[in-house]
């Protein structure tokens, strides 16, 4: 369904029978903006989106046909000082020029995530972490989908949650949500609220400071109640101990591979074992789909949640066997004279690639490198050591990746584009190996995301 349409029929924010009095500015024409104005526009708010940068000719069409007021490659503070609420895209630092102007003015600044939560009644389990997140909610959503359940997935996920509102109603949410969506929450309380783990990422956003970082990730429960749930990872030291030290009445329940006597959810003898006040569950892993100690964490939570929800220890087993995991995280991609060849383009961070290695038991040539947010690769040396016969380096700055692999890896590279890293780990590699993408930095440096990022991967493997 288009941004034009709902049910068949034209939504325009000029219509004459506003369902709501009031109006909002919009900050960034992409996914989250484009759903954000077709959600108040249902809505009957008057909307205006502003975009410093050039907004395309198909999303500007979509906005015509609404009736949405735009402008590209500026902010135009006159347009905005009177907006009853601002949603800005999570893509916009809050230190930010434009952000610092519109908080001076005292207009409340909110993200497409809070704006839409504030038109459903449905249930929202909320899930964030800097690794697993991704997988943790599709897992989510297909065991709760599998078991007969009406449920949604949003947020970093497919459609924007706004466009899911204006769109859909189903009976619950499954939200994958970023620390840049949470900076700007201030109701918004999900009814369950997940954190797989909190590692150094996006420092660069967060003045280097991994604290800040974590407070952020924390916001997810800031507003949940006794009557909400919390479930985070307790192998997770760093966060076990703000979660414990919150001053907060939200149930907590805890998952992880450490603690079996501590955790609510642990895993035994191939079983995830979950316990709460009514009964202790069994279901049994050993058919899983995914592979990796990281994967067992992920469904740890998604399964704490199916067990919640009283879906049948067989539906959730079954569910757990024909699971797809998501594109772009140690996904296969091809096996090429006997070698391996792993799509793990989704790995940003240094905590990724050490799960990605850390699953592999072969040989590896390790194709690394992006733009760095703030990487110690100190914790990856003994798998390197163990597993990495060479490193192609695949970015504009990779002196710290040969500062820091260079005095145990004889074979390290750089490759100027995907191709040639491809070409090269094709060479080195031998019978029995894997190639392994697995970034570790962000990939806006050679490529437009991380996804674009895989998809070359695959392609230049599809073309040995």
């Known amino acids: 369904m288009d941004y034009n349409s709902s049910s068949g029929s034209h939504i325009n924010c000029n219509t004459k029978d506003k369902i709501m009095k009031g109006k909002i500015v919009i900050l960034g024409a992409g996914e989250s903006g484009l759903g954000t104005a077709f959600l108040a526009c249902k809505k009957g708010l008057n909307v205006f989106i502003s975009d410093n940068d050039s907004i395309s000719n198909k999303t500007k069409k979509k906005l015509n046909l609404m009736g949405v ?53 449905s249930k929202i389990i909320a899930i964030t972490g800097s690794n697993g997140k991704t997988t943790t909610a599709l897992l989510t959503h297909h065991l709760l989908s599998q078991g007969g359940l009406r449920v949604g997935i949003a947020g970093n996920i497919g459609n924007s949650f706004a466009k899911e509102i204006a769109e859909n109603n ?45 407070e952020s990730k924390l916001k997810i429960t800031k507003n949940q109640t006794k009557d909400d749930l919390l479930i985070f990872n307790s192998d997770d030291q760093n966060l076990t101990e703000k979660i414990l030290n919150l001053k907060s009445k939200v149930k907590l329940h805890s998952y992880g591979k450490k603690n079996d006597w501590l955790n609510n959810t642990y895993h035994h003898n191939e079983n995830i074992i979950i316990k709460t006040k009514k009964r202790k569950t069994m279901i049994n892993t050993v058919e899983f ?5 990281h994967n067992l964490l992920n469904a740890m939570a998604a399964v704490t949640i199916a067990n919640l929800f009283e879906i049948s220890k067989d539906k959730i087993r079954q569910s757990l066997t024909n699971f797809k995991g ?51 690769y100190n914790q ?55 190639v392994l993408l697995s970034p570790a930095c962000a990939s806006f440096d050679l490529f437009k995301n991380y996804q674009d990022r895989g998809e070359q991967f695959k392609k230049a493997v599809k073309k040995l």
């Open 170 to 214: 189903y009976d619950y949410y499954v939200l994958e949500i970023s620390s840049f969506q949470l900076d700007d929450i201030n109701d918004f309380s999900p009814n369950i609220g997940v954190i797989t783990n909190v590692v150094p990422d996006h420092l660069d956003r967060y003045e280097n400071n991994f604290n800040k970082y974590l």
């Open 289 to 293: 789909s995914l592979s990796g100690q």
């Open 69 to 121: 007021s735009w402008e590209e490659r500026k902010h135009s503070y006159s347009k905005m000082k009177d907006a009853d609420w601002i949603i800005k895209s999570p893509g916009i630092d809050n230190k930010s020029k434009v952000i610092s102007q519109l908080r001076e003015m005292d207009v409340p600044i909110i993200s497409e995530i809070e704006f839409a939560s504030k038109f459903t009644n």
């Open 326 to 376: 998501a594109p772009h995280r140690l996904e296969k991609v091809l096996k090429i004279k006997n070698v391996n060849y792993i799509n793990d383009s989704k790995a940003t961070n240094v905590n990724a690639t050490f799960f990605a290695l850390e699953s592999i038991n072969t040989s590896t040539v390790w194709i690394a490198g992006g733009i760095d947010k703030g990487n110690d």
């Open 380 to 434: 990856l040396l003994p798998l390197v050591n163990e597993k990495v016969k060479a490193i192609i380096c695949l970015g504009k700055n990779n002196e710290k990746l040969f500062e820091t692999f260079h005095p145990i890896i004889d074979l390290i590279f750089e490759a100027k584009t995907m191709t040639q890293a491809v070409k090269m780990a094709h060479k080195i590699a031998k019978k029995n190996d894997s």
